[in-house]
């Protein structure tokens, strides 16, 4: 099985032009909205302050980075306590290679995984598998596209993107057979198929939703039950952690899983919670011999001292994929990056450099409906604005065409009677234009190329007032 | 990376960062979001538990939790049972009950005592698993489970079915009271493994359409003795 292409659809505007064409990607796409969407709503509508529990949330998160040093201590104490062992990655390759070493220490070979983006971002899969390691994704979706070569498309829905027949026919090839084009019954092949990797795996790789300092408990949310088998049958247990995912105490988690499955699915809790702190204990028959916590910085300490480390909050539940527009339109892999939608906006400029994704921050109508969303509410329309006018100071972005006509609007405004001269001409001219709509300005085709501007009013608010208002 | 290295970089950052941190009023009540369980917990916690695609039964006695899950035993005459060792289910006479009905039975002392490769055998060959919960919370309709030699955790996990036993002291009514037990018992006494179930198996990953039992049990029982 091969991994994804790194930079695939890395050019926003032909994969959001393909994503737009594609009938299939807009039918899957179109049921987020009554589904996901909905059921956000509705779920939180049953809390009766839950505008004050995000608050919360939003509180600890913001306490607990102010002081990320002394978490990640106390986190390593604990998991040592509990005879684990704790690695820093400073970057995903540094990661891969530390995971590799793991590995390789316990004599393992067969690796089941459970859904995890961090490893994701990292790119895992290839690296092991380059080192001979035998991987295997087992959420169903993951595995779908572990097996299609494809990467996810949403934080929670990794192969939201796909249709009930594509899927028959990825895995049916897979299979060497042919698979019926129904849900359950691909799910049942699914199972099968996977429980013999849980069965012969030595080694189980996961990622964490929340680690908690003071018991060094890895908490992973889940609603089929492959993150249990991941973490309980292979007798290695490692997981990557983003170090921003560390909260302090147990009594924090409740807060976060009362608005995490709510925002994710609409659920009041997902599935399955697992809180597991460090290896099996004396007398147990199952869980790991051995727990090892990677954590992760990759970038991570860059945005945290900067003015976009509210980005930091971020729980993964993918609520703003859902409520976005955008995304609802374009689908997930047009961001380029392994997170996709408004926070993927974010992200991936941050991660991966802005100046390499000059349109992400732009992919948005700054509708606010992200933030609306998000459990913990985070400013995802401002901070996409602040990007946006980093990449204005960009001297590589500069536009002279852009630049000219803010320059000519900047001098009219400063000049009254020109200001008053201009708006009498346009009124008169393209004011009367028939429709209020201009589909095509010549010089900014692309503009109107995805747009139509609208044609200033026939009379200006000034010759309006002197004529009504003053009566 | 070097773990100082890595701790004085998040140190300096944290630091750094201070300087953007975010107003969030000061005025939150310690207990907002607590939802509570209303004046009837166990019909709460059977109500949610349907809510979420299980089959919840209250029972009024010991003698009709027994009778329920002899009526399972029949319906899905599953050949070996994988169970928790808990005072509930000996009270129960669970040992007795899966001889009459000739199902195997697995649990950790009989479990223990074989060779792994075996013992891993026999839990993933089992076709039920039978449980009690450590708590159960009637707000979610979940039930907490610790692990620990004689709870394995799957129990509620292998097997395609899963029933658990739940008696009225084990439920709490609000996740926020099932953490405060956590709490209550010592953090440092965390078991090595803390899973809240709540529902069967399930997946949306096909057109975000529900699927149940992709890899966990897609048929869940709780038995509620009230």
Redo the contacts between chains.
Sequence with gaps: MTDYAVHEHEEFLTAADEALADPSLQS?LS??AD??GQRNKDAFA??S??G??R??A??IK?AT?????RH??TLEASVN??GGQVH???DGA?ACQTIAGIIRAAGGRHVVKSKSMTTEEIHLNRALEAEGFHVVE????EY?LQVAGQRPSHLV????HL??PQ?AKILGDDAGEQLPED??K???Y??RT??KEF?RADVGISGANFAVA??G?VVLVT????G??T???PRVHIALLG?EKVIP???D???F??VLARAA?G?????????????????????PDEFHLV?L?NGR??I????L??SLFCIRCGACLNACPIYRNIGGHAYGGVYAGPIGAVLTPLYSGLTHHPHLPHASSLCGACQAACPVKI?IPEMLVQLREQLHREPSQANRVENAIYRLWAAMLRRPRLYRLATWLATRTIGRWPGGWIRHLPGLGGWTGARDFPAPAPESFRDWWHREGQA | ???E??????????????A???H??DD??AR??Y?GAGPNPAERLAA?MNA?GGFAQLVDSEEAARAALAELLVRYSPKSALCWQHPLLERLGLAALLETHGVEHWS?DL??PLDQPT??AK??AAEIGITSATWAIA????LLMA????R???AS??PPVHVAIVERAQIVPD??D???Q??AAG??N????????????????????L?T?????GKWHVIIVR
């Design positions: 899957a049921m987020l589904t996901l049953e809390l302050d839950s004050l529990l608050d919360r939003r509180a913001d980075l102010a002081e990320l040093d990640l201590e306590r509990r820093y990655a400073a540094d087992t959420d169903f979706g779908i829905a990794p192969a939201v249709r009930i899927v849900a359950e691909l799910a049942a699914a199972r996977l429980r069965a003071e018991t408990t609603n089929e039950g492959n249990r088998l973490t309980s049958m170090m105490q147990l009594a988690l409740p807060v899983l009362k699915t659920q009041k809790l997902s599935i399955y919670t697992s809180m597991i702190t460090g290896r099996r204990q004396p007398g147990e028959l199952d869980g954590v910085d300490s860059r945290l001292g900067g003015p480390r509210e400013a | 990376m070097k773990r290295e890595f701790l004085a970089r998040v140190r300096g950052a944290a630091a750094a960062g201070r953007y941190r975010v969030v009023r939150i009540p907002v979001g939802v949610e979420v950790h479990l223990a013992a891993r839990m993933f707000e979610t309709g979940s692990a620990t030699g004689g394995e955790r799957t996990l292998l996740l926020f099932a953490y405060a956590l709490e953090v440092e965390l078991a090595s493994n803390v899973t809240l179930i709540t529902g069967p198996s399930k997946t949306g990953d096909l057109e975000l359409k699927t039992g992709v890899h966990g049990p």
